[in-house]
């Protein structure tokens, strides 16, 4: 083997490493944001969380209705597996809650969206 065919095997395998490992920290760095509501620590990490989301979707989607952003959201939550929000939501459409949850839920929804939203 001729020392020009080493220095190429070197030069791919440190810039094939490279690329690997950009890979590696490009995964990791994307899998430590919580998706999920339930992924964060405390209620402040959640609302913020929230309300970037919809910023972002009403940036992207500016003619997109109350429902359609619900809807949205609720896809996020089936497409992250995110199983306790998605549980949460059931129970609500399913009258599953109990009576305090359920008023605490609709004076917040009747509070932001006097006009209601549709299921």
Same mark, same amino acid.
């Given at each position: ?45 959640? /609302? ?5 989301? +919809?910023? $972002? ?6 003619? *997109?209705? %109350? @429902? ?17 929000? /998605? ?5 609500? +459409?399913? $009258? ?6 359920? *008023?605490? %839920? @609709? ?13």
């Amino acid at each position: 083997m001729t020392m020009k065919n080493v220095l190429n095997k070197q030069k791919v395998f440190l810039i094939s490493s490279c690329l690997v490992s950009v890979l590696v920290l490009y995964l990791f760095a994307n899998n430590d944001k919580p998706k999920c509501p339930d992924d964060f620590t405390n209620s402040d990490e959640k /609302i913020a969380a929230f309300d970037a989301w +919809v910023t $972002d979707f009403y940036n992207k989607n500016p003619d *997109a209705s %109350i @429902e359609d952003m619900a809807q949205a959201r609720l896809d996020h939550n089936v497409k992250n597996g995110c199983t306790k929000a /998605i549980q949460r939501y059931n129970d609500y +459409v399913n $009258d599953n809650v109990d009576p305090e949850t359920k *008023a605490k %839920i @609709e004076n917040v929804v009747n509070e932001y969206f006097p006009d209601g939203i549709s299921q």
